[in-house]
């Protein structure tokens, strides 16, 4: 019984991101709730500005087409 297939791993890891994802709206959704629309926006601000920087962190893709 050597090593865990390759195509085994995608699906267990697709599942285990897919309930993260899942975890993380609800808790999302919860806070928004009690925090309302000041809480709103700041989550809102905070999400872009983590996405900006995570898009310059990553730098542009150039394609050789």
Known sequence: MGRFPG???WPII????????????AIFVV????????GSLAAFGTGAVTY???RRLRGSRVSDT
């Open 7 to 9: 195509w085994a791993k």
């Open 14 to 25: 697709s599942a285990v991101f897919a309930f993260l994802l899942a975890l993380s709206v």
């Open 31 to 38: 806070v928004i709730k009690e925090a309302g629309l000041a």
């Open 52 to 54: 900006l920087g995570v």
